[in-house]
T-cell receptor, first 111, second 109 residues
Framework: EADIYQTPRYLVIGTGKKITLECSQT?????MYWYQQDPGMELHLIHY???????EKGDLSSESTVSRIRTEHFPLTLESARPSHTSQYLC??????????FGPGTRLTVT | QKEVEQDPGPLSVPEGAIVSLNCTYS??????FMWYRQYSRKGPELLMY????GNKEDGRFTAQVDKSSKYISLFIRDSQPSDSATYLC?????????FGTGTSLTVIP
């Protein structure tokens, strides 16, 4: 069973607000990822990190930023939320060259 | 062309049926293959992973990889209503993961 956690699980927020989605894992994985997934649609990579102080943008950076100050923690920040950001956000992690584990997701609604 | 192709379904089967879910891929560098189960409004749950061609069995689930044909399958034996979910295939060639769009499965009691 994967030990990867996301908070909040659900969030409804108004346009223009700044929000941070939290992700933590206790498996000691160096690699962490953020994906965006709309209902019935494929996963889109937003950001990833290969270790502390290492972050990269994915195909869909989505006007968001990430930080990796500690191995276990990989928060995602939206500086100014828009209705187009309404989606499910999934955090994942893995050891190099190994299978990827996902958190339970944060369902974000921007009104 | 997408890196990974997966039939989205939906697939509907009676309880007890054998289910076959499939993905094809184009990148011969893929070495690690995974299957995930995702219930509605939840994160994907890792079901099976394999590193090479061949079969891997875990209870009612069997994962099959054919690298020569660039084709992977997940078989579910004695399917149960609790197996109703979306199944995602995924593969990697190092640091990046590539996912199918998912196949929606409903097992009817």
């Amino acid at each position: 069973e994967a030990d990867i956690y996301q908070t909040p699980r659900y969030l409804v927020i108004g346009t223009g607000k700044k929000i941070t989605l939290e992700c933590s894992q206790t498996m000691g994985h160096d690699k962490m990822y953020w994906y965006q997934q709309d209902p019935g649609m494929e996963l889109h990579l937003i950001h990833y990190s290969y270790g502390v102080n290492s972050t990269e943008k994915g195909d869909l950076s989505s006007e968001s930023t990430v930080s990796r100050i500690r191995t276990e923690h990989f928060p995602l920040t939206l500086e100014s939320a828009r209705p187009s950001h309404t989606s499910q956000y999934l955090c994942a992690s893995n050891d190099p060259g190994r299978e990827q584990y996902f958190g339970p997701g944060t369902r974000l609604t921007v009104t | 062309q997408k890196e990974v192709e997966q039939d989205p379904g939906p697939l509907s089967v009676p309880e007890g049926a054998i289910v076959s879910l499939n993905c094809t891929y184009s990148n011969s560098a893929f070495q690690y293959f995974m299957w995930y189960r995702q219930y509605s409004r939840k994160g994907p749950e890792l079901l099976m992973y394999t590193y090479s061609s061949g079969n891997k069995e875990d209870g009612r689930f069997t994962a099959q990889v054919d690298k020569s044909s660039k084709y992977i399958s997940l078989f579910i034996r004695d399917s149960q209503p609790s197996d109703s979910a979306t199944y995602l295939c995924a593969m990697s060639a190092g640091n990046q993961f590539y996912f199918g769009t998912g196949t929606s499965l409903t097992v009817i009691p």
